[in-house]
């Protein structure tokens, strides 16, 4: 059979699916606070990108996820690359970082706000150690994936280890570092609004917890919505560097193994 | 032999692995020089101990017992002035032709901008005139291994190793490689040593074949090749061409797994 693909098609689903939606809410007479209809959904979307409430908190969520992304995956690259490189630094730091990895680190949450407050840093903080731990994994595997052959040519040419790291390691562990980074943003957000349910004074999640209060379900929805497209476009920046810096690795496998761990979550 | 024009000189050379089940003994008692400018091949069959000796030459494996000298300086680690090219090309995917050939250049911090020309000079050579921007990828492997061979030579190496280069290679492919090889020879006179299980290649490349018998690998003859060069294909048909081959050949059963 012919792949079909027709962006036409494509929208009148979506567009039939609301309808689907709004038709049954209204005929099945289902209360707004269990199952509001997306026209609702819709304005109150409006509403709270008008009186610019949804954009004061967007900014704040945003920047924890950037800081905490920023901030787990520099550590996890440095942590990363340490445990790559030295067999005894690993057989030293092997035992907390089983122990650390094997504690959901969402149940860590309540002891990070108490630590570091209500403010965002206790989001960061948050979206940090969520985020860590895909792109430590990842950093590793690919340190240590280069072809042998290839470092036999780097020996051959008495090539020193930094160099072999800097001309070689690195470059061949980039598709598996690209991957991890993807996973490590979507981890991120997550850590962000996590932090923001346990305690906060600003961003999405704690918006989208005093909606719940006031079983505002429609802003609820509306919220979700917000985090759905900040999760797509953080993605979308990944793909495209990924693309850029990437454009050698045919396989991409990055798409592969972002794809089916992020699947996972 | 053993004259002070010799490039290697390896003298009772012996190397044991050690595994779980004892030692293993994999080459033992190899003697041979290869001569400046001299085109020598080796051949054995897959698992005779080729690839080793290789590394050991190339100094990225110790030697168990024994003297390997280049230019009468013992081998002892990795040095600067071996080039090698490898049965699978090794190219590096993020870097251009052009950056891949000038990989040992980097490496060695020889001056990019001296040996640009240079590259470009060898990658004419090869065949591969307006490639130099391309991206390996973009490649036949015949093409890959022509790149692999200008990165092989572009800094000055004493010695040229190569380890069944055009073994991964089809029929016709490896067949034009070996001319060219020649020809790129016949220019230069680079020092290779050239690894092969083809007898057939070693008959048409070298002035010298060394056979090499498996477990332990040992050299257990020198063959000079006298067939006057430059060589075309057909001369296989050549008598004395099909009497070396069978001599050679004389030296493994069948079950050895050799290419004619």
């Keep these: 059979m012919r792949e079909s693909r027709s962006p036409a098609l494509r929208i009148v689903l979506l567009v039939a699916s609301l309808a689907v939606w709004e038709a049954a809410v209204r005929l099945l007479r289902i209360p707004a606070f269990i199952l509001p209809p997306p026209s609702q959904i819709g304005a109150a979307l409006y509403r709270g990108t008008v009186s610019g409430i949804y954009l004061e908190h967007f900014w704040i969520t945003l920047a924890e996820t950037l800081l905490g992304f920023a901030l787990g995956s520099m550590i996890a690259f440095v942590v990363g690359t340490a445990l790559a490189a030295s067999r005894s630094i690993e057989y030293y730091l092997y035992p907390f970082i089983v122990m650390f990895q094997s504690v959901p680190k969402v149940a860590l949450a309540p002891l990070v706000v108490i630590w570091f407050g209500l403010g965002i840093t206790s989001k960061v903080v948050s979206a940090a150690l969520i985020s860590f731990f895909p792109l430590l994994v990842n950093t590793v595997v690919g340190l240590r994936s280069a072809d042998e052959d290839r470092v036999d040519l780097m020996r051959s040419l008495s090539a020193s280890e930094l160099q072999i790291f800097r001309m070689l390691r690195l470059p061949s562990a980039l598709p598996f570092i690209m991957a991890g980074l993807e996973v490590a943003m979507v981890f991120s957000l997550v850590g962000a609004i996590v932090g923001e349910f346990v305690g906060a004074e600003a961003g999405l999640g704690m918006l989208i917890q005093s909606r719940n209060f006031s079983m505002d379900v429609a802003g609820e929805f509306a919220l979700l919505f917000i985090l759905g497209v900040m999760g797509l476009a953080l993605n979308a920046i990944l793909v495209s560097i990924r693309r850029r810096v990437l454009f050698w690795d045919p396989s991409q496998k990055a798409a592969a193994n972002a794809a089916s761990i992020k699947g996972a979550l | 032999m053993g004259h002070s024009a010799d490039v290697i000189a390896v003298k009772g050379l012996r190397k044991e692995y050690q595994t779980p089940r004892g030692t293993v003994l994999a080459l033992d008692e190899i003697e041979f020089n290869v001569a400046e400018g001299e085109f020598v091949a080796i051949v054995g069959p897959s698992g005779c101990g080729k690839s080793t000796l290789l590394k050991i030459l190339a100094g990225l494996v110790p030697a168990t017992r024994g003297e390997v000298k280049l230019h009468s300086v013992s081998i002892t680690g990795p040095r600067r002035d071996i080039g090698m090219v490898f049965q699978s090309p090794v190219l ?104 092969t299980h083809s007898i057939a290649e070693a008959v048409f490349l070298a002035d010298r074949v060394l056979i090499m018998t498996p477990r332990p690998g040992r050299i257990t003859e020198h063959i000079p090749v006298s067939i006057p060069r430059p060589r075309a294909l057909d001369v296989i048909s050549v008598p004395e061409f099909g009497g070396i081959v069978r001599r050679i050949r004389s030296h493994f059963s069948a079950k050895n797994g050799m290419e004619a």
Excluded at chain 2, 99 to 117: A, H, M, T, Y
């Design chain 2, 92 to 195: 590096f995917p993020w870097r251009t032709v052009l950056d891949n050939v000038l990989l040992p250049v980097d490496v060695q911090k020889l001056g990019r901008e001296s040996n640009r020309s240079r590259a470009l000079e060898l990658l004419a050579v090869v065949g591969l005139q307006g490639f130099e921007h391309r991206y390996p990828w973009e490649l036949s492997g015949g093409m890959q291994q022509r790149v692999a061979l200008s990165r092989g030579l572009i800094h000055n190496p004493a010695m040229l190793l190569m380890d069944e280069p055009f073994g991964a290679l089809d029929a016709m492919t490896r067949e034009s490689l070996n001319l060219e090889l020649q020809r790129i020879w016949l220019e230069r006179r680079e020092t290779i040593l050239f690894i």
